[in-house]
């Protein structure tokens, strides 16, 4: 019996030992397979397949939305939305408690931009504790008139990428399509304003991962989990973001960059192109570099917009590209000029006394001229000011309290009314003061600045926070000295003492 145990248990060991040794034979398999599929899909060896991938058409500045269709352009940038969004969920105490908001998507709603996020759970233990009722709302801000609003649901969202086990999405999504592969899971909401999160199906074109086409979506109903998955040609007109933007601009640059072959896009690099990028600092003040874009809504349809450059790396542009992101129609707009970097640093320079950072611009066609169209934030990210700057003469700025403003002070000066300093002259300056709160403060330094031709007074506190009005409107601080200590009405900009 000893022995016939002891006969078991080698038989059982060498067995152990064949299963484990067929598993390390297909790791080394499948190890061997990744790399060479990794190498064998590189672009080296298939410049002309990713050259190839997206299809660029001829545009023309017609393209270009005119200066009437400025309703349709979103000029907020994320980080701005964001604000607005906390803000409006932050009044809300039963929600900001157990909920935090999503990234923000740009779609076209009822033929208008606006940027949507849902609200997502807040770690596991906020999962538990409501995944039985679910998600309960959404966030809608409009870019154009910077409002947000706070859609409260009947029916909850329970299927989300925030929440766990089998509610979780991007699992419940992988049970009903366990070999379709899907990236760009994204929320948006339709023209009734029920909400989908939608992801888009691809295939690797160029051997096992290289050349990522997109084939479809797939439309998941969060409230009941019910989904569909569609070809491309079948999405629904009302599902804006089917080819991501940051997907296009990788296959522009492959398209711009590849298509005389990957030797001459490192060495010779003849008629090589690449997009703009811009300059980003963190809080350290390092600097670095990446892609960005704007959005513009257009016929039904978001697309996005960048400028193109050479690979060199200056500080201009040869042209622009302007991509569906339902459909990836791609257009190239040949337009010589500034890129948008230089566009920004010069309506900051307009404005530096005031330390605003201009957002990403926008392009728009104002009569016949490309134009540049931002916003100006201040250090709370909140919108000051419009700026509008000539793409082929980046001299030529103009800065408003009002896009309306902006643009008519602008197009006064391409007709050659008017000089740059006239048209950024503050003398029809109207600043609004609905938001504006009472603050004690003790004066340091009082100092009178004479601009265009108006005396403005500003006030530095102890706390060195920098205070501006016209003099003339604040005519009673004729009686303040220093280390007085007064009560002001202020914006954190601007102020009023009465």
């Known amino acids: ?40 899909s590189m672009r080296l060896f298939h410049a002309k397949e990713y050259s190839s991938i997206l299809k660029v058409a001829e545009g023309s500045t017609e393209d270009i939305p005119s200066v009437s269709g400025t309703s349709s352009i979103a000029l907020m940038d994320t980080a701005s939305a964001e604000k607005l969004g906390d803000r409006k969920i932050g009044s809300l105490s039963d929600v900001v408690s157990q909920f935090n908001v999503g990234e923000y998507m740009q779609i076209d709603y009822q033929n ?11 770690g596991f233990f906020k999962w538990f504790g409501n995944h039985e009722n679910g998600i309960p709302g959404y966030v809608k801000v409009n870019p154009v008139t910077m409002d947000a609003e706070y859609v409260s649901m009947t029916s909850k969202m329970k299927y989300v990428p925030s929440a766990y086990f089998n509610e979780n999405l991007e699992r419940h999504i992988r049970f009903t399509y366990p070999t379709t592969m899907f990236t760009n899971l994204h929320f948006e909401i339709d023209e009734e304003g029920n909400p989908w999160y939608i992801a888009s199906t691809y295939t690797n074109s160029i051997s096992l991962f290289g050349g990522k086409k997109i084939t479809g979506a797939i439309l998941v109903n969060p409230i009941d989990g019910t989904m569909t998955k569609l070809d491309v040609k079948d999405v629904p007109r009302w599902a804006d973001i089917i080819y991501p933007g ?28 690449q997009t703009t990028t811009v300059e980003i600092k963190n809080e350290d003040g390092d600097k670095s570099y990446r892609t960005d874009y704007g959005y513009i809504a257009k016929d039904g349809d978001i697309w996005i917009y960048t400028g193109v450059t050479s690979v060199n790396g200056d500080s201009s542009n040869i042209g622009f590209i302007m991509a569906n992101e339902r459909t ?60 509008c700057v000539n ?12 896009q309306k403003d902006a643009i008519e002070q602008y197009r006064r000066l391409l007709k050659g009314e008017i000089s740059t300093e006239q048209a950024n002259q503050e003398t029809n300056e109207t600043v609004d003061t609905s938001n504006y709160k009472e603050k004690e403060i003790t004066v340091a330094k009082l100092e009178k600045i004479d601009i265009s031709g108006n005396t403005y007074l500003y006030i530095i506190d102890t706390d060195q926070n920098i205070y501006k009005a016209k003099y003339a409107d604040v005519i009673k601080m ?11 009405k202020t914006d954190g900009t601007y102020y009023l003492y009465e």
């Not at 022995?3 to 152990?16: N, T």
């Not at 072959?261 to 192109?273: E, Y």
């Not at 793409?391 to 030529?396: P, S």
């Open 1 to 40: 019996a000893v022995y016939l145990i002891v006969q078991a248990l080698v038989f059982s060991v060498r067995k152990e030992k064949e299963n484990l040794k067929k598993i390390v034979l297909v790791e080394c398999i499948l190890f061997v397979c990744m790399v060479l599929g990794s190498i064998t």
């Open 112 to 122: 208008s931009p606006i940027k949507v996020a849902p609200l997502q759970y807040d």
């Open 246 to 273: 940051n997907l296009i601009v990788d296959q522009y640059n492959d398209f711009a960059k590849l298509h005389r072959g990957f030797l001459n896009s490192i060495f010779g690099q003849i008629d090589c192109r």
């Open 391 to 402: 793409v082929e003469q980046y001299n030529m700025v103009v800065t408003a309290y009002n």
């Open 478 to 488: 004729i009686t303040v000295n220093v280390g007085d200590k007064i009560t002001i």
């Open 328 to 387: 990836s129609e791609t257009k190239f707009i040949l337009a010589s000029g500034a890129d948008e970097g230089s566009g920004m640093h010069s309506a900051e320079g307009e404005v530096q006394e005031k330390g605003y950072h201009a957002s990403f611009p926008s392009l728009i066609n104002v009569d016949g001229t490309p134009t540049y169209i931002m916003v100006l934030k201040d250090d709370n990210g909140l919108v000051k000011m419009y700026a």
